[in-house]
């Protein structure tokens, strides 16, 4: 068996980017660790919280809740703070994510790796998958961390398949996802998605072309039920997880169904399939 260490930025972006394959992992009886770069201390303030109550310890329940839920073995804390969307104050915070130096930040994952005598590190795409500061970071950091680390795991990059969003945008299911989002008080049509997803939070696109995606792996309907239900612990973060939580089980299914990976220095070429031995 082996040991797979995911790199995420905040806590619940590891139940939309790669639950599906760490439930799948954590069943095959793979060791499953997840670490959080940052603390979340930027996200939504739940109303019971209250102006003083501890944001980062409440969204640190909530990636444990949602560990259980996936089987993950251990969680680890890198400790940056959030260093919020492009454009945001906070990026300038000299203690966010944002702002760290790439080898320090890769060297605690690094002693993270060491630790475990990782196999796997999945981190993200160079885009860190729609240009949030942080996913940015998470990808030079796992990238250096592969390289700092004893014994060099396999590197891997979650992404999502721009190609599948864009043609699922002329698909049935489609006029459903915006009937939910409709419901849950968002109303867009299909050409303000087709912008959204061709101009991510820093202008550039989305994902990433299927040509450039190494693994597609398909969630059984189980694990989807099982993802949906560990993205139901990060219910704090109305404006995203909410979102996601409102689409229709069989809508959420053809938008969270599968998981895409890259994999760097390996020529590209999408399997479907699982990268994990």
């Given at each position: 068996?082996?040991?797979?260490?995911?790199?995420h930025?905040?806590?619940d972006d590891?139940?939309s980017?790669?639950?599906?394959?760490?439930?799948?992992a954590?069943r095959a009886?793979?060791?499953?660790?997840?670490?959080?770069a940052?603390?979340?201390?930027?996200?939504?303030?739940?109303?019971?919280?209250?102006?003083?109550g501890?944001?980062?310890?409440?969204?640190?329940?909530?990636?444990?809740?949602?560990?259980a839920?996936?089987?993950?073995d251990?969680?680890?804390?890198?400790?940056?703070?959030?260093?919020?969307m492009t454009?945001?104050?906070?990026?300038d915070?000299?203690?966010?994510?944002?702002?760290a130096d790439v080898?320090e930040a890769?060297?605690?994952?690094?002693r993270?790796l060491?630790?475990?005598?990782a196999?796997?590190?999945?981190?993200y795409?160079d885009?860190?998958?729609?240009?949030?500061?942080?996913?940015?970071?998470?990808?030079?950091?796992?990238?250096?961390?592969?390289q700092?680390a004893?014994?060099?795991?396999?590197?891997?990059?979650?992404?999502?398949?721009?190609?599948?969003?864009?043609?699922?945008?002329?698909?049935?299911e489609?006029a459903?996802f915006?009937?939910?989002?409709?419901?849950?008080?968002?109303?867009l049509?299909?050409?303000?998605?087709r912008?959204?997803?061709?101009?991510?939070?820093?202008?550039?696109?989305?994902?990433?072309?299927e040509?450039?995606?190494?693994?597609?792996?398909?969630?059984p309907?189980?694990?989807v039920?099982?993802k949906?239900?560990a993205m139901r612990?990060?219910?704090?973060?109305?404006?995203?997880?909410?979102m996601?939580?409102?689409?229709?089980?069989?809508?959420?299914?053809?938008?969270?169904?599968?998981?895409y990976?890259?994999?760097?220095?390996?020529?590209q070429?999408m399997?479907r399939?699982?990268?994990?031995?």
């Amino acid at each position: 068996m082996s040991t797979i260490v995911f790199l995420h930025a905040h806590p619940d972006d590891e139940t939309s980017q790669t639950a599906g394959m760490m439930a799948l992992a954590a069943r095959a009886g793979h060791r499953v660790v997840t670490v959080f770069a940052t603390d979340g201390d930027h996200g939504e303030r739940p109303e019971h919280l209250g102006p003083e109550g501890d944001l980062v310890d409440h969204r640190r329940g909530e990636a444990r809740a949602a560990a259980a839920v996936l089987g993950v073995d251990r969680i680890d804390w890198l400790g940056y703070r959030d260093s919020g969307m492009t454009g945001w104050a906070q990026n300038d915070d000299p203690l966010c994510l944002h702002r760290a130096d790439v080898d320090e930040a890769a060297a605690r994952v690094a002693r993270i790796l060491d630790r475990e005598d990782a196999d796997y590190l999945v981190g993200y795409d160079d885009h860190g998958n729609y240009g949030h500061p942080d996913h940015i970071a998470v990808h030079r950091t796992a990238r250096r961390a592969a390289q700092l680390a004893a014994r060099r795991p396999r590197l891997l990059e979650a992404t999502t398949n721009r190609d599948a969003q864009l043609a699922m945008l002329d698909s049935p299911e489609a006029a459903e996802f915006l009937r939910a989002l409709a419901s849950g008080g968002m109303e867009l049509d299909v050409e303000r998605v087709r912008a959204a997803i061709l101009t991510g939070d820093d202008g550039q696109p989305v994902g990433m072309p299927e040509s450039e995606i190494a693994w597609a792996i398909d969630l059984p309907e189980d694990v989807v039920a099982l993802k949906r239900r560990a993205m139901r612990c990060h219910a704090s973060q109305t404006s995203d997880i909410g979102m996601m939580l409102a689409l229709p089980p069989e809508v959420y299914a053809v938008a969270f169904g599968t998981e895409y990976l890259v994999e760097p220095g390996v020529e590209q070429s999408m399997r479907r399939g699982w990268p994990f031995d």
